[in-house]
T-cell receptor, first 114, second 113 residues
Framework: NAGVTQTPKFQVLKTGQSMTLQCAQD?????MSWYRQDPGMGLRLIHY???????DQGEVPNGYNVSRSTTEDFPLRLLSAAPSQTSVYFC?????????????FGEGSRLTVL | GENVEQHPSTLSVQEGDSAVIKCTYS??????FPWYKQELGKRPQLIID?????GEKKDQRIAVTLNKTAKHFSLHITETQPEDSAVYFC????????????FGAGTRLAVHP
């Protein structure tokens, strides 16, 4: 089992460029989410999905788009990168069953926007 | 929406001492409160959780307490060891959704030999 796989692990962008962070899980989890981690601010929820075709906004959705065409994949798109989006991004997934609610995280993707 | 505050932001203890990290939340409908540990350069991992129908839960050297009236929960680590050094995050799941976690800002724990 690979668990939650994120690519790329590192990326440097120039202001205004676009890119997609990929996230895939092989645990058949219904729930997937994206967080960003900044020093002193913890993990902030960007977008989440409770199943294929269903997405919703989290705490800090502005500047990011998501889609969920399959159960396995949940890409995060930056349409026009800004320096304020420099951060470490984590994808996380879990079952929807409340009795097995542990959130499994990927290894993270470090993004720098110049 | 839900807001989770965590204190202290840094905590330094001697090996063998106890460490306590406290969190408060704002949404009275929240009913699931996990704690995650993140070692340097690694992903966050669940170490213990508690649900709103339980007041206390223990797992070896770690324990979590919950006071729903005060909207307050705490992590207690006894007999700390150097490998406990990490950043610890508390979280709450607002409005009954177990998975949509809102995290606190984190506590950096340093255990000195």
């Amino acid at each position: 089992n690979a668990g939650v796989t994120q690519t790329p692990k590192f990326q440097v962008l120039k202001t205004g460029q676009s890119m997609t962070l990929q996230c895939a899980q092989d645990m058949n989890h219904e729930y997937m989410s994206w967080y960003r981690q900044d020093p002193g601010m913890g993990l902030r929820l960007i977008h989440y999905s409770v199943g294929a075709g269903i997405t919703d906004q989290g705490e800090v959705p502005n500047g990011y788009n998501v889609s969920r065409s399959t159960t396995e994949d949940f890409p995060l798109r930056l349409l026009s990168a800004a320096p304020s989006q420099t951060s470490v991004y984590f994808c996380a997934s879990s079952y929807l069953d409340p009795n097995t609610g542990e959130l499994f995280f990927g290894e993270g993707s470090r993004l720098t926007v110049l | 929406g839900e807001n989770v505050e965590q204190h202290p932001s840094t905590l330094s203890v001697q090996e063998g001492d106890s460490a306590v990290i406290k969190c408060t939340y704002s949404d009275s409908a929240s009913n699931y409160f996990p704690w995650y540990k993140q070692e340097l350069g690694k992903r966050p991992q669940l170490i213990i959780d508690i649900r709103s129908n339980v007041g206390e839960k223990k797992d070896q050297r770690i324990a979590v307490t919950l006071n729903k009236t005060a909207k307050h929960f705490s992590l207690h680590i006894t007999e700390t060891q150097p490998e406990d050094s990490a950043v610890y995050f508390c979280a709450a799941s607002p409005s009954g959704g177990y998975n949509k976690l809102i995290f606190g800002a984190g506590t950096r724990l340093a255990v000195h030999p």
